[in-house]
């Protein structure tokens, strides 16, 4: 019975063991701020998470924001589309930045023009693959989150709570 007992607990922990290239799992905010667990092991409406919103300055000449790569692999960010709306995948533009290594930063401007949207005070941003529409990562902030002059930031990078700070620090690791 011990023997059997060992097995199924060793066959259960392996079972949620993840490749090393796969996303690791964090919170992704949501409307109001609540939470919810993004995990890549099973849960089909969790955030894929590799692509993840880093930073947003949604009242800056231009707006952008910052995206990094979350996975352990090198990344083709044309894989990837963002849209200011949550679904609204008839306005998704693709990414064109290339590949994005390991962890590494990036940033979009949002000048109405390349990019046909800005960010308001009061927005969303949502990230997802392109193939499937699995969503990557999003935010919907409030108004006075990303204030003119500052940025809505993950503090620390990448899995870190979004906060507001008054220091943007665009390609550059978010300070308080």
């Known amino acids: 019975m011990r023997t059997a007992l060992a097995i199924a607990i060793a066959a259960c922990s392996n079972a949620r063991d993840t490749p090393p290239d796969a996303p690791r799992t ?6 109001g701020g609540a939470a919810s667990s993004g995990d890549a092991t099973g849960d089909a409406t969790a955030p894929l998470r590799i692509i993840v919103l880093n930073e947003v300055s ?3 000449d231009p707006d952008w924001f910052e995206i990094v790569n979350a996975t352990t692999s090198p990344l083709d960010t044309s894989q990837f589309i963002f849209v ?3 679904d609204a995948f ?3 533009v693709p990414f064109t930045l290339g590949t994005l290594g390991p962890g590494a930063l990036a940033t979009v401007d949002c000048d109405g023009v390349t990019v046909p949207f800005k ?16 969503l990557s990562d999003g935010i919907d902030w409030a108004a006075g989150d990303s204030p003119t002059g500052g940025s809505y930031a993950r503090i620390p990078d990448t899995f870190g709570p979004f906060t507001t700070t008054m220091h943007p620090t665009e390609g550059l690791p978010n300070e308080p």
């Open 119 to 134: 960010l308001g005070s009061g927005e969303e941003l949502w990230i997802y693959r392109a193939g499937d529409h699995a």
């Open 26 to 31: 964090a919170s992704v905010l949501g409307d």
């Open 84 to 86: 200011d709306k949550a």
């Open 58 to 60: 949604a009242q800056s």
């Open 90 to 92: 008839d306005k998704a």
